[in-house]
Structures are given as C-alpha cells and as structure tokens.
C-alpha cells in the first residue's frame, strides 16, 4: 500500500503547477537533528554540565528552566546557534532541493534552523517563528534583528563553566536592555521583515490559487497546527484543483472533508523522499527512539 502511495506522490509532484511545502520540526528530525527534543550525544555536548545540574534531558526543556541563570542560559542559547551555523545539511533537505529543482514552489517553515536556507534561495521561504542566526531587543524597543554569527562564535569561546559572564551578555544597542534570539517567544518581533516575507508567500498562494496547486506538508506536528497544517487544509477545502499530501510517522491526518483531495503518508520522511528519487533505503535504520516530544514548539 505505501509504494502504491508513493506512486500517487511522484505524480502529485509532477503534474503539480506550484508546489507550497510547509516544513516543521519532524523534517529536521528526520535527518537527525532531535536535540532539541531528545538526549542525544549532541544535547549532551550542548548542555555541558547544566544537564547533569539541573535534571533536563533535552535542549528545549534547558532553554525554559526556570532555575538556570541568565549567564547559564545565554551558554546554552550561543552553543546551540554554533552548532545551527556549523553543523552538516540534513538529507531531507537536499533530496527536498533535488525534487523540486524544476518546479514551481514556494517553503514556509515552522523550523528555526535555518536547513531550507542551506538548499533553497531565500526568496523562496518565509520563516514564521523566526531563526536563531539573528538577534532581537528583548524589549522590542525598535523594529530590527541582527545577524549573529560573529558575535556568536566570540562569546561561546568566552562561556566559562557554563557560564556566559553577565558582563558579555548582549545589549540592544538603542536601549541597553538585554538581546534575545529572534524565535518565537512573548517577545517575537513581528516587524519589517517578518512581514516582508508573510506578504511574498502571500503573493505566491495568489497568483497561482487558480491552477493545480500541491500542498506538501512535511513534519508537522499537532501543538501549533495554526501556522502550516490547518491553513493548507483549508485552502485545499476551497480551492478546486488544490490536494493536499502530508508526510508524517505520527500525525498524517486526513480530514474527511478533503479526504478525496489528499494523501496520507505515515512514513519516515527520510525514507519517503529517498523511494521518491529511486534511491537506495536499505542503508537507512529505523530508529530504535521513536521521535515522540512531548512538546512541539
């Protein structure tokens, strides 16, 4: 049944005339990165001695500890963007780049770190919870973010015990009060260029609403389906020559509304993008620690 609904995949793709693929925190799982989630041999690097401190056993429930300091948690913050800015291409990525080389398609991402910026031009992809390669004011005191590479790979060579100093921390250079990673927080500045790139991916949903359109959920999971999942459904409810296709080993729901307009795919994404290609999987094994957050932020 699945080869048979990979055949009905290729063909989606390539009679598809645009492609609008939402990605989120299960695509980059897929090609390995769940240190955000899970305690891998990366969280464990990441975390240094602060996991062993306080008890946390993955990188998200790190950031939101309420008893870290703000010296611990800005270590934790600068060694993980070190490692966005440094660590390799996922697969999923590259063979999603490899797909859609000839087509029509515009990304939109829930995932803040920055893979599709690795294989696709940046005019194609809107960020709507941000990226950890930039910076913020905290206070939202102006409306700008700030790429953060050199300063980041400064500060985490100062990180002592863990530590970032109070006297390194970043300050917004308008009102003195401290920076914050531009990601989705009560802090999120939705500013210019936030809004630059919603008004491009909603340039491209309207030139291209009257033709064949796939959308191509990828990794989305059930805690914030307001930004990918529930929009693309709805566009395919209204849209007549919309269809809707979700990869997902956990949550490939089909509403019974569309059902007739969509295919569900409970696979790996890894392995369905590779059968999509022709390309071998039985390299490829299944990972004994079911990618299962308790939270999907």
Known sequence: MKDNKIDKFKELIKEADAIVVGGAAGMSAASGFKFYYQDDDVFRMLAGGLSDKYGFKNMFDGFYDSRLTDGERWALVLRTIKYIYECETGETYIELAEILKDKNYYAVTTNQDAQF???FPADKITRLQGDWRYFQCKNRCHDEIYYNHDLVMDLCDKIENDTLPDSLIPRCPHCGGEMAPW??????LEGKDY????????????ANMHRRVLFLELGVGMMT???????FMNMVY???DAFYATVNPQHAI???EIAAKSLGIDEDINIVLKKILGKPIDHIKADSKIFNPKRIY
């Open 225 to 231: 389906p307001m930004f990918i999942k529930e929009p």
């Open 254 to 256: 089909i509403p019974k």
């Open 238 to 240: 209204q849209w007549p």
């Open 183 to 188: 990601v989705r927080s009560r802090e999120f």
């Open 117 to 119: 910026f690795r294989v």
């Open 195 to 206: 809004m630059r790139e919603f008004e491009r991916y909603m340039d491209f949903l309207k």
